[in-house]
């Protein structure tokens, strides 16, 4: 089977850092995703791991650990528009064809002032 | 190219009416994606095509759901028998190869 497990909710204050977890259990695997998502939006791509380390990209840096199964998305010099929800994906062990991402519940992240 | 199309964004639908969503992904893009997002969860995925070819359906996947891609451009979801579960977004996305995907705007659908 397959789970990815994030926190609900996370608050934080503008111009902080914050750290969103992520746990995965997949049947293989062949990377890693966050999105963003505004409400009423559709998820937006922000990182992609698929070897071990950081990626970083702006204010946004993604952490990966295979053999954690484990990764997190951090966010640096917090800005109200970064109150979303994020999503954590994982594609599982590609075949010729390659397979789905599959989908975290995401963490709903509100930023105040 | 503007992006991943969908059509409708809005459907409003009797229970038990069946209902047809329009997905256009980014032209050059062979992988395209068919997801379910109920409020405050995560995309689900439901079904996926490399071109023509459907290649895995959820096992979540009621058979009065099915979907098609028959020039391997456009697809097509299609809901028949609608139950007031089926209320959701549904979301397209696409992909070149196996990198990130681009998703729609999605098909808001309210079965009363």
């Known amino acids: 089977g397959q789970n990815i497990d994030q926190p609900t909710e996370m608050t934080a204050t503008e111009g902080a850092i914050v750290q969103i977890n992520c746990t995965y259990q997949?049947?293989?695997?062949?990377?890693l995703f966050w999105y963003q998502q505004h409400a009423g939006e559709a998820p937006t791509f922000l990182s992609y791991?698929?070897?071990?380390g950081l990626e970083e990209k702006g204010r946004f840096s993604s952490f990966l650990s295979r053999s954690k199964g484990y990764s997190y998305l951090l966010l640096k010099e917090l800005q109200m528009k970064d109150s979303a929800s994020y999503l954590c994906?994982?594609?599982?062990?590609?075949?010729?064809?390659?397979?789905?991402?599959?989908f975290g519940k995401g963490t709903t992240l509100s930023v105040s002032s | 190219d503007t992006g991943v199309s969908q059509d409708p964004r809005h459907k409003i639908t009797k229970r038990g009416q069946n209902v047809t969503f329009r997905c256009d992904p980014i032209?050059?893009?062979?992988?395209l994606y068919w997801y379910r997002q109920t409020l405050g969860q995560g995309p689900e995925f439901l079904t996926y095509?490399?071109?023509?070819?459907?290649?895995?359906k959820s096992r979540l996947l009621s058979d009065r759901f099915s979907a098609e891609r028959p020039k391997g451009s456009f697809s097509t979801l299609e809901i028949q028998r609608t139950e007031q579960g089926d209320s959701a977004m549904y979301l397209c996305?696409?992909?070149?190869?196996?990198?990130?995907?681009?998703f729609g705007q999605g098909t808001r659908l309210t079965v009363v």
């Open positions: 032209s050059e893009h062979n992988r």
């Open positions: 997949t049947s293989g695997f062949n990377g």
């Open positions: 994906a994982v594609r599982s062990a590609a075949n010729q064809a390659g397979t789905a991402l599959i």
């Open positions: 095509f490399q071109n023509e070819a459907q290649l895995e």
């Open positions: 791991n698929v070897l071990d």
């Open positions: 996305a696409s992909s070149p190869f196996n990198t990130e995907a681009f």
